[in-house]
């Protein structure tokens, strides 16, 4: 739309489709996290799918996963709030829900899952919210020290990375049951 009112001397008709008069911060940041996903794909060859019967479908995926994210809130005021903001900003990719966070969205099923705050413990419901080669991302704690871990959803359950130390506050409901040792 810009290109069209900048130099309509050069524009004899235009149809944009899908786009609007103008973004947010926000929408800026997702549509470029989508084009870096899909020019960091190896088969992307800057573009040139037809030339090389090539496609990057890993790029493609990775900016699927960014498309519509939906927050997990425990605390209602804060669901509401982020609510707002999003409206005032005219996001419209993002929803937040209020529930317990170690059952996430129930019933859904997601690409990625991010964590933000540390846990001991890797709840199975959020595990079975993760499709099938989904990824989730979380800080594992261990008394004051963490690392933050990926992992692929398989078969068998989460295939967990080490990615690098990190630390976060255990959020409520994913601390391990605390236990009698010597």
Known sequence: LQWTAAYPERVFSALPVACSTRHSAQNIAFHELGRQAVMADPDWHHGRYFE???HPHRGLAVARMAAQVTGVEADE?????????FAAQ??????????DLTKGAG???FDVILIAGGL????????DQ????????AIFMQGNVGHCQTGIRTENGIAWRQEFDATAP???GFARAREFQF
Do not use: H
């Open 120 to 127: 001991e413990i890797f709840p199975k419901a959020l595990q």
């Open 170 to 172: 255990v959020l409520p």
């Open 130 to 137: 993760l499709k099938l080669g989904g990824r989730v991302a």
């Open 77 to 85: 005021a804060l669901a509401q709030l982020a609510r707002e903001n």
């Open 52 to 54: 090389l019967n090539t």
């Open 107 to 109: 019933g859904q099923v």
């Open 90 to 99: 005219g996001v419209s990719n993002a929803t937040v829900i209020t529930g």
